[in-house]
C-alpha cells in the first residue's frame, strides 16, 4: 500500500487506555504482515508479526488481527504508556516488503 | 549478534551529484531491502537483493541502484541527485523467507540535497 502524504493518521489515548491501530493492506497474496513502531530519529522497530495462516497473534501487551477477507489489519495496545507514543506501520510480504499508512499514536499521562 | 548498521547517518550533497549509501546486514541475513523516508511519509520500497541479485524493485527510476556483496553488506548509489531525494535511507535485512521472517531495520542515513 502507498503511504499517506505529510498528514499521517493520529490517535491520541490516556495513559492505561487501550489503544486500537488500524491498517488496510493492498496485496491479496501477502502471506506475512508485521507491525513496526517508528520513533523519532531511529529505524522502524519490529513489535509483533503474523502469517496468513493466523488470525490472531498475542505479544506482551499486543495483539495483532488478521482480517483476509476484507485486507484489513488491526494493532491493539493494553494499557497504553508514554512510552508507547510513536508513530505505528503496517507492513506486508510476500516476495518483499511494502508499508501501508501509518498511524501517530500520542499518549497522554 | 550485530544488528543492522548504516553508514554514514548523515550526508549532504549538492543537486547533480552521486552518493553511495552503505550497510551492513545483520549476521545471517541473506536478504536485503532499501527503502526511501520522506519527512512526515512512510517507507517506500526501493528494491530488494538476495545473493547478490536485484529481485524486486518499487516505482524508482534507474538512477537508484544497488549492489550486494558476498558478505552480505550492500550498498544504494543514487545518481544525478535531485532535491526531492532528500530522506532517511533505511536499510532492512531478513532471511530468506526463512521461519524467523522478521526484518530487521538500520537506523538510516539522512541525506540531504541542497
Known amino acids: 500500500g502507498e503511504s499517506v502524504g505529510l498528514h499521517l493518521p493520529t490517535l491520541s489515548v490516556q495513559e492505561g487506555d487501550n489503544s486500537i491501530i488500524n491498517c488496510a493492506y493492498s496485496?491479496?497474496?501477502?502471506?506475512?504482515f508485521i507491525w513496526y513502531k517508528q520513533e523519532s530519529g531511529k529505524g522502524p522497530q519490529f513489535i509483533i508479526d503474523i502469517r496468513s495462516n493466523m488470525d490472531k497473534r498475542q505479544g506482551q501487551r499486543v495483539t495483532v488481527l488478521l482480517n483476509k477477507t476484507v485486507k484489513h489489519l488491526s494493532l491493539q495496545i493494553a494499557a497504553t504508556q508514554p512510552g508507547d507514543s510513536a508513530v505505528y506501520f503496517c507492513a506486508e510480504a510476500y516476495n518483499d516488503m511494502r508499508f501501508g499508512a501509518g498511524t501517530r499514536l500520542t499518549v497522554k499521562p | 549478534e550485530t544488528g543492522v548498521t548504516q553508514s554514514p547517518t548523515h550526508l549532504i550533497k549538492t543537486r547533480g551529484q552521486q552518493v553511495t549509501l552503505r550497510c551492513s546486514s545483520q549476521s545471517g541475513h541473506n536478504t536485503v531491502s532499501w527503502y526511501q523516508q520522506a519527512l512526515g511519509q512512510g517507507p517506500q520500497f526501493i528494491f530488494q537483493?538476495?545473493?547478490?541479485?536485484?529481485?524486486g524493485r518499487g516505482n524508482f527510476p534507474p538512477r537508484f541502484s544497488g549492489l550486494q556483496f558476498p558478505n552480505y553488506s550492500s550498498e544504494l548509489n543514487v545518481n544525478a541527485l535531485e532535491l526531492d531525494d532528500s530522506a532517511l535511507y533505511l536499510c532492512?535485512?531478513?532471511?530468506?523467507?526463512?521461519?524467523?521472517?522478521?526484518?530487521?531495520f538500520g537506523s538510516g542515513t539522512r541525506l540531504t540535497v541542497v
Open positions: 537483493y538476495y545473493r547478490e541479485e536485484e529481485n
Open positions: 532492512a535485512s531478513r532471511p530468506w523467507r526463512g521461519l524467523n521472517y522478521g526484518y530487521t
Open positions: 496485496n491479496s497474496a501477502s502471506d506475512y
